[in-house]
């Protein structure tokens, strides 16, 4: 298995432009999770979602973020209009809801810089 | 607050050594803890994962403890290696149902030769 796969793995775009972040989970996993990680904060859950719908965004900074899963393959954090404080490393992980005693596979994550 | 805290936040140790990490918490109820290693550029990669009714779990020179009484883990390194440096992530989950993960803050472990 390839593992989680997010794209890209680098981003660098200019303060108030629109920033997609594209996740591809693990075959056969249904909950799907993403992450940002910063110096400051460490790593904070932003949202998941079981089967394809989301379960807890309470982890959204804001408006400026929404997260969606049209399919158990595919999953976009997008950020409109994005801000210099949004610079991070984005993780995306999936797991399986039974037999795995809840494990999670981290992707490589994409790390945002906006200037 | 469901609150999960590191200690130290670094630490430096010469190649060979032995050396252990501390992550005490207060979620509740617990379901479980897990360690996590980040090498620089990477997302975490899953060193140890114990429910509350496990107190030891190796996986090789990595040994994690866990006293659910007194809601407290550790990680030993064993013969520590130049690949071991990396930032070491406890990370706890509650038990209702609850899928959301308490992380913290990790600590930073650099091995010299």
């Known amino acids: 298995d390839a593992g989680v796969i997010q794209s890209p793995r680098h981003e660098v775009t200019e303060m108030g432009q629109e920033v997609t972040l594209r996740c591809k989970p693990i075959?056969?996993?249904?909950?799907l999770f993403w992450y940002r990680q910063t110096m400051m904060r460490g790593l904070e859950l932003l949202i998941y979602?079981?089967?394809?719908?989301?379960?807890?965004d309470s982890g959204m900074p804001e408006d400026r973020f929404s997260a969606k899963m049209p399919n158990a393959s595919f999953s976009t954090l997008k950020i409109q209009p994005s801000e210099p404080r949004d610079s991070a490393v984005y993780f995306c992980?999936?797991?399986?809801?039974?037999?795995?005693?809840?494990?999670?596979?981290f992707g490589p994550g994409t790390r945002l810089t906006v200037t | 607050k469901n609150q999960v805290e590191q200690s130290p936040q670094s630490l430096i140790i010469l190649e060979g050594k032995n050396c252990t990490l501390q992550?005490?918490?207060?979620?509740?109820?617990?379901?479980?803890l897990r360690w996590y290693k980040q090498d620089t550029g990477r997302g975490p990669v899953s060193l140890t994962i114990?429910?509350?009714?496990?107190n030891t779990k190796s996986n090789g020179r990595y040994t994690a403890t866990l006293d659910a009484d007194t809601k407290q883990s550790s990680l030993h390194i064993t013969a520590s290696q130049l690949s071991d440096s990396a930032s070491y992530i406890c990370v706890v989950s509650g038990g209702g149902g609850s899928y959301i993960p308490t992380f913290g803050r990790g600590t930073s472990l650099i091995v010299h030769p």
């Open positions: 114990m429910t509350f009714s496990e």
């Open positions: 992550c005490n918490y207060t979620v509740s109820p617990f379901s479980n």
């Open positions: 979602f079981n089967n394809n719908v989301p379960i807890d």
């Open positions: 075959s056969g996993h249904n909950s």
């Open positions: 992980a999936s797991r399986r809801t039974s037999g795995d005693t809840y494990e999670q596979y």
